[in-house]
């Protein structure tokens, strides 16, 4: 199986499932046939049928008939393919594995956790939310006692914020997010004004998930109690809520600050931009302004034009100016950290509808690790229904034995050797410490030093994980059947593909000798009309006309080629006179339909402002059209003959057996 042909084969092979998908019944037990030894039951094939046809409405015989032909024409091909070992072909058992893993994705996550998260994001997304943060920094791999630490720093500091600290003065004094603070100038950056912990505007999908709870849950004005994220522990203080702004699109002329520009520095930058403002309220164009002007070369060699953008995506006073506007209003001068911008709003594109954007939301959720909750809560349940427990004290001699070197890939199992006794159990299942060291073992490798305990937790969670997971995913076939009756109708079809490809659709192409052989026997089912072989000659004139007819007729008797007549002709004027010569079949040309159809030149015709005439070269009697003319028909339909052949050596070879008196009870 050929890489390239995976998405042909996945269209392909889905067809086939949707006319011959299968669903076992145990409530229905009589066989309505026999095919190569297999039973297949009237309750099967009614759920094959039900799937293309409209259930409860009256099956005629005849609708009825083919449907039990096709279905054994599958049956057949499937029972080839397994006898040519077809099903036990790597590459298609990878192939198979593939779709199996994609199809139990959906199964191994809580459905209706992830469509909360879908939902609650969409319904944040009409929000957007101006927040500040302080920030105490602390990473997954801190020891415990320095994350209790970093958290009672942080809830001091906002018991200062409580009792009357400004928020700004607290993120610039303790906030360990450096933007809270100026910057100097270094060799690889330009100097910074600090935002004193402002965030500016965001919304639903634009920080962490935890942050994002944060922000939303916290109401405007109020300060958060502390939020952990990977980052640390925030104060989040939320200073604006507004209606979404979605996406726009503006125009803008900037007049940048120098760097640490003086009080008369930002004064004269001021009155230029009030200046150009003046000059736009009088009716001069903001777009050739902003050419002449704005300092912001890229956007201002377009008229100021700047891409579509979101609330995340600019300053916050640019956003406030924003959605103040209406369209094709122009602001007055607005300061930002980059100098006065004067804003002209172009366009804006409100959020979508929830279902129009509900593809590009569940993409989103599904990469973002606030989709880890649907995986929780579904590792939670499969916990409690195959009576997961454990014993945490059996997992303390590993904070002992591992060392450093599981940091560098080079820690030895050995030193596990003698820990034998249970870790956990889930089902009938038992998972020893030795089963933990062999998965600690083989997932050690170069990554950063941390807490080794911490570490221990982690791998030994993600074991946990990753073990129910796993359970789960080997019982599906037993616990769902529309899994396991899908993964079959993949396999069938899969290998029905395979096989036709072989037996059919490549052979009818690529055996040239066949496909000669096949259109000598059908070739009286592909034939030609009457036709002409005729030129048209299209003459800017009736003097060029006159001519033309002359040398046509001296042409004709000559046997001199089209090119010699152009010649003659068009001397001083290439467009003098045009010749389309072709053969022509009825309903091909209305010039060619409105003359009388035998040898020789037509008479004049006037069309528009040319004169036209045509040289019947030739009248050409019904013939066979050749196979080049009709080779995609006459492949088609030797694809067909393959295939009726190829059935009828399966009937032969493999016994068919129909019950008469199960069938008639179908109605």
Not at 439 to 459: C, D, M, P, S, T
Not at 609 to 633: A, I, M, R, W
Request: glycine share 4%.
């Amino acid at each position: 199986m050929k890489a390239n042909n995976r998405t042909i084969r996945f269209i392909a092979v889905s067809a086939f499932i949707f006319i011959f998908s299968l669903t076992l019944s145990a409530q229905e037990k009589d066989v309505l046939m026999t095919i190569a030894g297999e039973n297949i039951t009237k309750a099967e094939f009614l759920n094959v049928y039900y799937k293309n046809n409209i259930k409860g409405e009256p099956i005629d015989k005849k609708t009825l008939d083919e449907y039990v032909e096709l279905f054994i024409n599958f049956k057949l091909k499937v029972k080839e393919a397994e006898a040519l070992g077809m099903d036990t072909v790597s590459d298609f058992v990878k192939e198979l594995a593939g779709y199996r893993k994609q199809l139990a994705q959906t199964l191994l996550t809580d459905k209706d956790v992830s469509e909360k998260l879908i939902k609650e994001a969409y319904e944040r997304m009409q929000w957007d939310i101006r927040a500040s943060h302080i920030l105490i920094r602390v990473d997954n791999n801190t020891a415990p006692k320095d994350t209790l630490e970093a958290y009672n720093k942080i809830v001091k500091l906002r018991n200062r914020i409580l009792k009357g600290e400004p928020f700004e003065k607290v993120a610039i004094e303790a906030s360990e997010d450096q933007s809270a603070r100026d910057s100097e100038a270094t060799d690889k950056r330009p100097a910074m004004k600090g935002n004193a912990g402002d965030l500016g505007y965001f919304t639903a999908l634009d920080m962490v998930y935890p942050f994002e709870n944060g922000a939303y849950n916290t109401k405007v004005g109020e300060i958060s109690m502390p939020i952990r994220t990977a980052f640390g522990y925030h104060l989040i203080k939320v200073t604006d809520k507004k209606p979404a702004m979605g996406k726009v699109q503006v125009a803008h002329i900037l007049k940048s600050l120098p760097k640490n520009a003086t009080e008369e520095q930002v004064a004269a930058k001021k009155l230029e931009a009030d200046s150009l403002y003046q000059k736009i309220k009088e009716g001069e164009s903001f777009e050739e302004i902003a050419q002449k002007y704005s300092d912001d070369k890229g956007s201002g060699a377009k008229g100021g034009v700047l891409p579509w953008f979101g609330v995340n995506r600019m300053v916050p006073e640019f956003i406030e100016t924003i959605a103040k506007l209406k369209i094709n209003e122009v602001s007055e001068p607005v300061k930002t950290i980059y100098g006065y911008h004067i804003i002209k709003l172009l366009d804006r594109k409100p959020i979508d509808t929830y279902e129009n954007l509900y593809p590009e939301l569940k993409s989103r959720v599904t990469r973002d690790p606030r989709s880890n909750l649907s995986k929780d809560v579904f590792i939670a349940r499969i916990k409690k229904e195959y009576n997961f427990s454990e014993d945490l004290n059996k997992l303390k001699p590993f904070y002992t034995i591992v060392d450093d070197s599981v940091f560098v890939g080079k820690w030895q199992i050995e030193t596990a050797k003698n820990l034998k006794d249970t870790l956990f159990k889930l089902a009938d299942k038992v998972f020893t410490q030795q089963d933990f060291a062999t998965y600690l073992f083989n997932h050690q490798g170069h990554r950063v030093k941390e807490n080794i305990e911490n570490y221990v937790n982690a791998v030994y969670n993600g074991y946990v994980d990753e073990t129910c997971v796993n359970y789960e995913d080997s019982r599906l076939e037993i616990k769902d059947i529309d899994f396991r009756n899908l993964m079959k109708e993949y396999r069938d079809g899969i290998l029905l593909f395979e096989l036709t490809q072989q037996k059919v659709w490549s052979k009818a192409i690529n055996d040239t000798v066949g496909l000669e052989n096949f259109y000598q026997t059908v070739k009286h089912n592909y034939m030609w009309g009457t036709r002409l072989n005729a030129s048209i000659y299209i003459c800017k004139d009736v003097k060029v006309a006159k001519k033309a007819r002359s040398l046509a007729a001296k042409a004709m008797k000559k046997g001199y080629p089209n090119q010699y007549i152009l010649d003659k002709i068009n001397i001083n004027d290439p467009n003098s006179l045009k010749i389309e010569s072709n053969f022509f079949s009825k309903g091909d040309s209305e010039i060619i339909d409105g003359i009388e159809w035998k040898t020789g030149i037509s008479a004049d015709k006037n069309i528009e402002k040319d004169v036209v005439f045509v040289v019947v070269h030739e009248v050409l009697q019904p013939e066979p059209k050749g196979l080049s003319d009709v080779k995609g028909l006459v492949t088609a339909e030797y694809q067909n003959y393959l295939e009726k052949k190829w059935i009828e050596e399966l009937r032969a070879k493999y016994p068919v057996k129909i019950n008469k008196d199960v069938l008639s009870t179908i109605n």
